[in-house]
């Protein structure tokens, strides 16, 4: 049986770098149909637009599509439901993801060219529906429970999946990987303690490393994206992984999210090490008030010292903010300004206060009936504000001007790397690269050289060292000396490879 699993965002948001990706999720339910035998392509249909999608559609032919419902792309995925039931009357169409898990009976009840929606963790359900449509049995319902999984490590890593492929970039795509499912805690704002019911399940160290070997290997991916909601709960897990990449000498550097509470300076250096060179934070607001409306169960105690932690390590440190929140004012604002500028983080996120399905803060409006689930299905808009008012658009103002303000402070300058080597070693070289960025993008190209030489001497099989010297003497019109680089770049990474 063929089956393709699709994503498409809205039009609109085709340029936006995340909001255009395939969920990792997806990419998950592939790679486990596959191994069952399936015929599987994985589309994503975000920079085509749901006309061309459905011309990709109609040319394969599945016998079962299955498509990631969220939110935010909800529009012009129940367009491409309807069009595509008129030319494929006997495709089957699966609906999951966040929004369709939260919205299940309103969807079905909605849309009758929707056959199914999977609630929740999709994988084996999913396998377990098509080996019923591939016997000719019809489930006795349209809304199907999520067959939970009980052990991350048996399933194929998203990685893994080498079938058909349409739209999909791999070098993008499968930088981005998931080591953990769901999070202990229940901030309001959040679906994830409605979606993962507030427990935690964990791949080991050895199948992260595993995963991002192999695509290291196959793919020339350097630079990965750990988008777990919190990649430091477990801090056993995050010192083995690490552990793995530096006795391995796998020189990849990639970013992670976490929360302020989860971090310490062992566990920070360890990662660094093991080519950490990001790190985000869900700060949320400056106020101790607002953070206790959000249920963060954290404080600006633990935020200032998670970002010094940061910051004396060496590695870019950036915030997630909100604004927005009911009974938010000006001096909660003005509480995280102040609290930007002694954090001094590198960058930051202003979002408003958003209403989504499965959170707490929707529940308790929809309680208030100033809104129904009607409202999904009668508007347009990506999401619905808490708050209209135009003093969230000027509080979100005020913070983006003051994260903006306080660059001229917050990067890391020479005295600051030179303290970074005494925190994270002589020999870390990821902090050569960070310096050496550091005086390239301030013209100073030769003591950006000496860095990046520095990263080719002590680690040979190393490609940062040479792309970031090809890069530095193509800027110096040293063409010829660049492709040497690039030369090298290439034996010891044959693969193709895009780094930027």
Same mark, same amino acid.
């Given at each position: 049986?063929?089956?393709?699993?699709?994503?498409?965002?809205?039009?609109?948001?085709?340029?936006?770098?995340?909001?255009?990706?395939?969920?990792?999720?997806?990419?998950?339910?592939?790679?486990?149909?596959?191994k069952?035998?399936?015929?599987?392509?994985?589309?994503?249909?975000?920079?085509?637009?749901?006309?061309?999608?459905?011309?990709?559609i109609f040319?394969?032919?599945?016998?079962?599509?299955?498509?990631?419902?969220?939110?935010?792309?909800?529009?012009?995925?129940?367009?491409?439901?309807?069009?595509?039931?008129?030319?494929?009357?006997?495709?089957?169409?699966?609906?999951?993801?966040?929004?369709?898990? #939260?919205?299940?009976?309103?969807?079905?009840?909605?849309?009758?060219?929707?056959?199914?929606?999977?609630?929740?963790?999709?994988?084996?359900?999913?396998?377990?529906? *098509?080996?019923?449509?591939?016997?000719?049995?019809?489930?006795?319902?349209?809304?199907?429970?999520?067959?939970?999984?009980?052990?991350?490590?048996?399933?194929?890593?998203?990685?893994?999946?080498?079938?058909?492929?349409?739209?999909?970039?791999?070098?993008?795509?499968?930088? #981005?990987?998931?080591?953990?499912?769901?999070?202990?805690?229940?901030?309001?704002?959040?679906?994830?303690?409605?979606?993962?019911?507030?427990?935690?399940?964990?791949?080991?160290?050895?199948?992260?490393?595993?995963?991002?070997?192999?695509?290291?290997?196959?793919?020339?991916?350097?630079?990965?994206?750990?988008r777990?909601?919190?990649?430091?709960?477990?801090?056993?897990?995050?010192?083995?992984?690490?552990?793995?990449?530096?006795?391995?000498?796998?020189?990849?550097?990639?970013?992670?999210?976490?929360?302020?509470?989860?971090?310490?300076?062992?566990?920070?250096?360890? *990662?660094?090490?093991?080519?950490?060179e990001?790190?985000?934070?869900?700060?949320?607001?400056?106020?101790?008030?607002?953070?206790?409306?959000?249920?963060?169960h954290?404080?600006?105690?633990?935020?200032?010292?998670?970002?010094?932690?940061?910051?004396?390590?060496?590695? +870019?440190?950036?915030?997630?903010l909100m604004?927005? *929140?009911?009974?938010?004012?000006?001096?909660?604002?003005?509480?995280?300004?102040?609290?930007?500028?002694?954090?001094?983080p590198?960058?930051?996120?202003?979002?408003?206060?958003?209403?989504?399905?499965?959170t707490?803060? +929707?529940?308790?409006?929809?309680?208030?009936?100033?809104?129904?689930?009607?409202?999904?299905?009668?508007?347009?808009?990506?999401?619905?504000?808490?708050?209209?008012?135009?003093r969230?658009?000027?509080?979100?103002?005020?913070?983006?001007?003051?994260?903006?303000?306080?660059?001229?402070?917050?990067?890391?300058?020479?005295?600051?790397?030179?303290?970074?080597r005494?925190?994270?070693?002589?020999?870390?070289?990821?902090?050569?690269?960070?310096?050496g960025?550091?005086? +390239?993008?301030?013209?100073?190209?030769?003591?950006?050289?000496?860095?990046?030489?520095?990263?080719?001497?002590?680690?040979?099989q190393?490609?940062?060292g040479?792309?970031r010297?090809?890069?530095?003497?193509?800027?110096?019109?040293?063409?010829?000396?660049?492709?040497?680089?690039?030369?090298?770049?290439?034996k010891? *990474?044959?693969?193709?490879?895009?780094?930027?």
């Amino acid at each position: 049986m063929k089956v393709l699993l699709a994503y498409l965002c809205h039009y609109r948001d085709r340029h936006d770098y995340y909001l255009s990706m395939l969920p990792v999720g997806v990419v998950s339910i592939a790679a486990c149909l596959e191994k069952k035998g399936f015929d599987v392509t994985l589309a994503n249909f975000s920079k085509m637009g749901y006309r061309k999608a459905l011309q990709h559609i109609f040319r394969t032919k599945p016998d079962v599509i299955g498509l990631s419902l969220f939110t935010h792309n909800r529009v012009d995925s129940f367009k491409l439901v309807q069009e595509l039931k008129k030319v494929l009357p006997n495709t089957a169409i699966v609906l999951g993801g966040p929004h369709a898990t #939260f919205l299940a009976d309103e969807i079905i009840s909605r849309y009758k060219e929707v056959d199914y929606i999977i609630k929740g963790e999709g994988e084996k359900s999913f396998v377990a529906l *098509m080996k019923k449509i591939e016997r000719g049995e019809t489930p006795d319902r349209k809304v199907l429970s999520s067959q939970i999984i009980e052990d991350l490590n048996d399933l194929p890593s998203p990685g893994e999946f080498s079938g058909n492929l349409i739209g999909v970039d791999t070098n993008e795509q499968f930088a #981005f990987i998931i080591t953990s499912r769901g999070c202990p805690h229940a901030c309001i704002f959040c679906s994830s303690p409605q979606f993962w019911k507030r427990t935690v399940q964990y791949r080991s160290a050895e199948s992260i490393f595993r995963e991002i070997k192999q695509l290291h290997k196959r793919y020339g991916i350097i630079y990965f994206s750990i988008r777990d909601d919190n990649f430091t709960l477990n801090k056993k897990r995050v010192l083995q992984f690490t552990d793995l990449v530096q006795k391995s000498g796998l020189c990849i550097m990639w970013n992670c999210q976490s929360r302020v509470d989860t971090i310490d300076e062992e566990m920070l250096i360890s *990662m660094k090490r093991a080519g950490l060179e990001h790190i985000q934070y869900g700060v949320e607001s400056g106020s101790e008030r607002i953070l206790k409306l959000y249920d963060k169960h954290t404080t600006i105690e633990k935020i200032e010292q998670a970002a010094a932690i940061t910051r004396k390590v060496g590695v +870019y440190l950036s915030i997630y903010l909100m604004t927005g *929140m009911e009974g938010e004012n000006q001096q909660d604002t003005d509480e995280t300004k102040s609290l930007i500028r002694r954090t001094l983080p590198h960058d930051g996120i202003v979002s408003p206060v958003a209403l989504y399905p499965g959170t707490q803060l +929707y529940e308790r409006v929809k309680e208030k009936r100033t809104i129904t689930d009607d409202v999904w299905f009668k508007k347009s808009a990506s999401g619905i504000f808490l708050r209209n008012d135009e003093r969230v658009a000027a509080w979100m103002a005020e913070l983006l001007v003051e994260l903006e303000r306080i660059k001229k402070k917050s990067w890391y300058r020479e005295k600051d790397f030179a303290k970074h080597r005494k925190v994270a070693g002589e020999d870390c070289w990821v902090t050569d690269i960070l310096e050496g960025d550091y005086f +390239y993008y301030n013209k100073r190209y030769r003591e950006a050289e000496k860095c990046y030489q520095r990263v080719i001497d002590r680690y040979p099989q190393n490609p940062w060292g040479y792309l970031r010297m090809a890069e530095l003497q193509r800027t110096s019109g040293d063409l010829k000396s660049a492709e040497q680089r690039n030369l090298k770049v290439k034996k010891i *990474m044959p693969q193709a490879m895009r780094y930027d």
